[in-house]
């Protein structure tokens, strides 16, 4: 047998699909070498995912990949559920919105598109090197790392490649899964939908189709449209007890309902079942899993790759301080942090497929009157909010109210005049930011930001001179929009330290706190 790599590399990655090329682009940011092997030669070519959000959008930012992906998104203006007799039930209007990551809430896209970018970013990075046409077979874990066989799809032979961690990133049948014999738990929601999609010219609104992503809460096929970006559209058609792969051939009379077939190219339709499952385990102790391999759910909310990012964003940091040093149990707590994050969102995906995939007429009709009398409630704005992280690699109790929630990012302007998002001026990486100038810490406080390679930011409040101020701060900015000093405020935080993803770690209400909550991370990395 052939030997894929003489050296061992810090992580293999097993998929190259977004999650694991967004892990393998933030592994690559590290300097970990890095190779990711994938069974088949080119990009899947038929997208599935169409949606992210403003946080997502933020792991690309801190990519160097905003301005790459903001041409192939199409920003979103906001949703609309409707009954059979087009009444509303539901909407939920975002147009021109900053979220609190510093994008708009939610972004349409073309995933081929993105996973082409993802995919260039990861194989330019120096550590990282991918294999393609390269199937895992078979994964040998001992004390010091991972022995992992791959087939070479072209010729049959088989080669060996030794990592010190693996992550399986290989999809909702994933091979990495089956062979760690790491169980995953079925959550009961099977449903068959009919996946459509198609290309137009012009735009929609010259073909009368609706210029938002629409849930038509129909019982007799409840369905939903969505403008995705550029010419790309697409439909979702619910299955109905006895239908099948046969209604592949059916789509010109599914469409014929909203358009004009002959007005549209079909590129594809296919049959999908949407599940929603979780990983009862995420890890042995050097295999780990991440996207669908360890969790799947019903795209009504348009996050299932978005938990993968999160996953890879969750994930990345944590294996390179383990890869570095520290306490390989570092690692438990990417599963402590993940499974309630994602068994929440979930759970609201689920929810949300009950009401829309609702095919007893009465139980329709009883929905719809609820739902109308509130749809002209006022709340139906804004970005999703999605649930802050409960326990994990995060301060010790007391907490104060920000730990686990996910920093805001707004613009500010740097000492050179430029303004820009904060992380554009901080760069990648743990982040202790400070309301004003920072106090005095101690020295076991900074050998502990030295530790996580952390850097300590000044924002100051706006109007304020960030040219001149002396002082310890790694980077100075003014905070144009006061959205800082909100957030600050509002939250009674004088210093709140940030993790690589975005998630607070902990926060104090005094400065001259953050060395005592600084000495005692340290005791954290070394026990976890
Ligand atoms: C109809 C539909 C709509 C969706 N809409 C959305 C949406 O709007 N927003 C959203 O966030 N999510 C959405 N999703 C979910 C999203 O598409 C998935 O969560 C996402 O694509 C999963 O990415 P992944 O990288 O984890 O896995 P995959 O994309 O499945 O990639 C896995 C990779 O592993 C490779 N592989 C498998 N076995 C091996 C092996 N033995 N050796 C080497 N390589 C291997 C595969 O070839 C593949 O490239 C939707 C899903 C569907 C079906």
Redesign the pocket.
Same mark, same amino acid.
């Given at each position: 047998m052939n030997v894929e790599d003489p050296k061992v590399v810090d992580v293999a990655i097993?998929?190259?699909?977004?999650?694991?090329a967004t892990l393998a682009s933030l592994l690559g940011r590290e300097g970990l070498t890095t190779v990711v092997?994938?069974?088949?030669p080119e990009i899947?070519t038929l997208p599935? +995912?169409?949606?992210?959000d403003h946080e997502v959008m933020r792991t690309f930012q801190a990519l160097g990949l905003a301005r790459k992906i903001l041409p192939i998104t199409g920003p979103v203006r906001g949703y609309e559920f409707r009954n059979a007799r087009g009444q509303l039930l539901m909407s939920i209007d975002v147009q021109g919105q900053i979220a609190s990551q510093g994008w708009r809430p939610d972004y349409m896209f073309h995933q081929p598109s993105l996973e082409r970018v993802l995919r260039d970013d990861a194989v330019g990075r120096d550590s990282v090197s991918v294999r393609l046409g390269?199937?895992?077979v078979g994964l040998d874990e001992d004390d010091r790392g991972v022995t992992l066989t791959l087939r070479d799809v072209g010729d049959g032979r088989t080669r060996t490649l030794r990592a010190r961690y693996v992550v399986g990133?290989?999809? +909702?049948a994933s091979?990495t899964r089956e062979i760690a014999g790491l169980e995953i738990e079925d959550l009961a929601f099977d449903e068959p939908w009919l996946?459509v999609d198609a290309t137009v010219e012009g735009s929609v609104a010259e073909l009368s189709l609706p210029e938002m992503p629409l849930q038509l809460c129909d019982p007799q096929r409840p369905t939903t449209f969505i403008p995705v970006a550029g010419p790309y559209i697409r439909w979702?058609f619910m299955l109905l007890p006895g239908e099948g792969e046969e209604m592949k051939d059916r789509v010109r009379e599914l469409v014929a309902a909203w358009v004009d077939p002959d007005a549209i190219r079909v590129i594809r339709s296919a049959v999908?079942r949407f599940h929603a499952l979780v990983g009862e385990r995420w890890r042995t102790r050097r295999v780990l899993l991440a996207?669908? +391999?360890v969790h799947q759910m019903p795209?009504f909310l348009?996050?299932?790759?978005?938990a993968?990012m999160r996953d890879a964003a969750n994930l990345a940091w944590k294996l390179a301080l383990v890869l570095r040093g520290e306490s390989d149990a570092l690692l438990d707590t990417y599963q402590q942090e993940r499974a309630p994050h994602v068994r929440q969102v979930i759970g609201i995906a689920v929810e949300m497929g009950r009401i829309i995939c609702t095919l007893d007429p009465q139980v329709a009709a009883a929905r719809d009157a609820q739902m109308i009398d509130g749809a002209g409630q006022p709340g139906g704005g804004g970005a999703m909010r999605l649930p802050g992280l409960q326990q994990g690699f995060l301060a010790p109790e007391p907490r104060h109210p920000l730990t686990g929630s996910l920093a805001v990012q707004a613009q500010v302007r740097g000492v050179d005049g430029s303004e820009a998002l904060l992380d554009d001026h901080v760069g990648p990486g743990f982040a202790l930011l400070w309301n004003g100038p920072p106090a005095p810490l101690s020295e076991k406080a900074r050998l502990a930001l030295a530790r996580l390679g952390a850097r300590q930011v000044s924002i100051l409040a706006a109007g304020s001179a960030v040219e001149n101020l002396p002082g310890s701060a790694d980077v100075v900015v003014e905070d144009v929009e006061g959205s800082y000093e909100r957030w600050f405020h509002t939250n009674e935080a004088a210093a709140v330290l940030v993790r690589p993803d975005f998630a607070v770690y902990g926060a104090t209400t005094e400065a001259k706190e953050m060395s005592a909550m600084l000495e005692a991370l340290v005791y954290r990395l070394a026990s976890d």
């Open positions: 097993v998929g190259f699909g977004p999650t694991g092997v994938e069974r088949e899947h599935r +995912a169409v949606h992210f390269r199937e895992l990133c290989d999809g +909702a091979p996946v979702e999908y996207g669908d +391999a795209p348009g996050q299932g790759m978005c993968g």
